[in-house]
T-cell receptor, first 113, second 114 residues
């Protein structure tokens, strides 16, 4: 069965520091990969997605992610975070044979001044 | 604002009751998804509709049912409610409902079962 693992439940970081949020997936077939952000009391918003092609994907708000097939990872990075980046971040996968998104457990990014 | 609307925003009810959650997709989107977000289960896919027809089913309980109407809005019906059904219920929509589609999420309905 397919699954998504976000090892870090919370990542504290100081403002203007770089950050990496880790995501690993398990699947025996090709997957499509997504990162969503959830701000407090709001729905989820797409940050970026990988479908095919270049393994480095750029998204909104200065975020990027790199697909690594050999390590089955899709880590999210930002070179310099802002207070406003404080939110919950979810990694998700979908499969050709399935229309649903399978979500990881989420990582809470806490940006401190 | 994703363009997906959900009503009501909050719902408080008692065990054994039945409730209906409503979702209006973005203009032009044909597919609607329902997800449940709870502290112990995380974000779980419940069900997907495409242009009025059920397309995929996830971990949806038999006490729960959904439908998508001709105007493409969708309703999720939860019956014989239990304490464990307390959660945030999200609706999402996408254009074609395919694996590569971006799903746009509504703000959610927070259900509290007392």
């Amino acid at each position: 069965a397919q699954s998504v693992t976000q090892l870090d439940s919370q990542v504290p970081v100081f403002e203007e520091a770089p950050v990496e949020l880790r995501c690993n997936y398990s699947s025996s077939v090709s997957v499509y990969l997504f990162w969503y952000v959830q701000y407090p009391n709001q729905g989820l918003q797409l940050l970026l997605k990988y479908l095919s092609g270049s393994t480095l994907v750029k998204g909104i708000n200065g975020f990027e992610a790199e697909f690594n097939k050999s390590q089955t990872s899709f880590h999210l990075r930002k070179p310099s975070v802002h207070i406003s980046d404080t939110a919950e971040y979810f990694c998700a996968v979908s499969l050709d044979s399935s229309y649903k998104l399978i979500f990881g457990s989420g990582t809470r990014l806490l940006v401190r001044p | 604002d994703s363009g997906v609307t959900q009503t009501p925003k909050h719902l408080i009810t008692a065990t054994g009751q039945r409730v209906t959650l409503r979702c209006s997709p973005r203009s032009g989107d044909l597919s609607v998804y329902w997800y449940q977000q709870s502290l112990d289960q995380g974000l779980q896919f419940l069900i997907q509709y495409y242009n009025g027809e059920e397309r995929a089913k996830g971990n949806i309980l038999e006490r729960f049912s959904a439908q998508q109407f001709p105007d493409l809005h969708s309703e999720l019906n939860l019956s014989s409610l239990e304490l464990g059904d307390s959660a945030l219920y999200f609706c999402a929509s996408s254009v074609w409902g395919t694996s590569t589609d971006t799903q746009y999420f509504g703000p959610g309905t927070r259900l509290t079962v007392l």
